[in-house]
């Protein structure tokens, strides 16, 4: 019963991408700073941050998190982010 109850919760799981412009970031540091705000983020599994092209793509349950939260908080850590045109957030 156990087992059924959270492979129910697994597949109940909508995973979704969003990528984010993400202003002001300039080296490794930032990038662990914007790191750390997203680990803070209840559901969020996955981050890919490119300091070079300034972008931050995110992995993330839609059932635990949307695509505002996930830019507020790397906005709210000091560096203001907003959806790219034409990726998949919501």
Known sequence: MVLTAWMSLA???TPKQVVLQVENM???A???TIEKALDKVPG???KRID???AIVTVAFD???TNTA???KAITDAGFPATVKVG???G
């Open 11 to 13: 597949w109940a799981a």
């Open 26 to 28: 300039t080296c490794p």
């Open 30 to 32: 930032c990038s662990i």
């Open 44 to 46: 969020v599994t996955a």
């Open 51 to 53: 300091t070079h092209a």
């Open 62 to 64: 839609t059932e635990r």
């Open 69 to 71: 939260a996930i830019a």
């Open 87 to 89: 990726t998949n957030g």
